[in-house]
């Protein structure tokens, strides 16, 4: 006799079929969406929208009185080779590389004293102070710093006439103009830096420092070594957001200098502005818009993919 075995096939295992949402997570769903609406509405209507009606109106000439004629990349090539536009491209540049250094610097030597050798009570004045020219017009210190810059009757040159220095033509010279907007946007736009600053030192562990200072780590060495790669990441960020903003700038060069003396503190939103509002030529100022796009897309993908190698996440 032989024996022989009987195998029972299993049928395969089939998966429970999904869970349908419940009512109440559904509602949070339907929550969810309404409070992020009017964030997405706006933002498809004030950034997106508008960025692509640049780009498609860059490919035309429109001075808005006669209809757009399609003119393809003749804006673009027209933009490469204006003297103008070149000029306020690399004074744009200029003006970012002092403006956020400077900035930087400033903001963090302020936030680095005020967390270390300013008494607890006095700290909140100091915040409230360097933040408080951030929310004022730029226009409107603009009027003013171009009154206290006046070389005949300005409250800076009669304070280094008090030391013996001649009066500077601050505003009137290719050689000062642009290091007196670059002063007055540093004294606006510091506070926002100086607070992101203070909020990251604060983050710091007391117990690090302590350890460093029992192995004899004091001064400079400890910020360099310690301080600065635990502060790495919202260095990133002001830096970001200052390179940003700087490439942006329009009120203080517009309303300190016109863009002169000649071209020398013209810059490109200076530009499109008076290729789109004083000569309508919307199509050539689209152009140039789309141009700087470019370049602050550009160095802010730069900026982020540096920060792999000095920015150290806790």
């Known amino acids: 006799m032989t024996n022989t075995q009987l195998t029972i ?80 491209f690399s004074n744009t540049l200029l003006f970012m590389v002092f403006a956020v250094a400077l900035q930087l610097l400033l903001a963090l030597a302020l936030a680095l004293t005020l967390n270390s050798r300013m008494p607890g009570w006095l700290r909140p004045v100091f915040r409230s102070a360097f933040f408080f020219p951030l929310i004022l017009s730029a226009a409107s210190i603009s009027v003013v710093m171009k009154y206290l810059f006046n070389q005949d009757f300005g409250v800076v040159n009669w304070a280094l006439g008090r030391i013996g220095i001649a009066p500077v033509p601050w505003l009137t010279s290719e050689h000062s103009a642009m290091a007196a907007v670059v002063l007055v946007y540093v004294w606006q736009q510091f506070g926002f830096s100086f607070l992101l600053f203070v909020g990251g030192l604060n983050n710091i562990p007391k117990e690090i420092h302590e350890a460093a200072a029992l192995d004899g ?65 919307f199509g050539e100022a689209s152009a140039v818009g789309v141009l700087l796009f470019v370049l602050i897309m550009t160095v802010t993908a730069l900026q982020f993919r540096l920060s792999r190698r000095f920015v150290h996440y806790q």
């Not at 009606?53 to 209809?67: A, E, K, M, Q």
């Not at 490109?268 to 309508?280: D, G, K, P, T």
Request: proline content about 10%; charged content about 10%.
């Open 9 to 88: 096939e299993r049928p395969p295992a089939t998966s429970p079929p999904p869970a349908r949402p419940s009512l109440r997570d559904r509602g949070s769903q339907l929550l969810a969406a309404l409070f992020l609406a009017p964030t997405v509405v706006g933002i498809v209507v004030f950034t997106v929208l508008p960025i692509a009606g640049s780009v498609v109106l860059s490919l035309f000439h429109w001075n808005v009185i006669d209809p757009p004629t399609f003119a393809g990349t003749a804006n673009y090539r027209e933009a490469f080779t204006d003297s103008t536009v070149l000029v306020s």
């Open 217 to 281: 780590a004091t001064g400079l060495r400890k910020h360099l070594a310690i301080t600065l790669p635990l502060l790495s990441p919202t260095l990133l960020v002001a830096s970001v957001v200052g390179i940003i903003n700087a490439l942006q700038v329009f009120e203080q060069p517009y309303v300190l200098t016109d863009g002169g003396p000649g071209d020398a503190t013209r810059t490109v939103v200076m530009v499109i502005y008076q290729s789109a509002f004083e000569q309508l030529r």
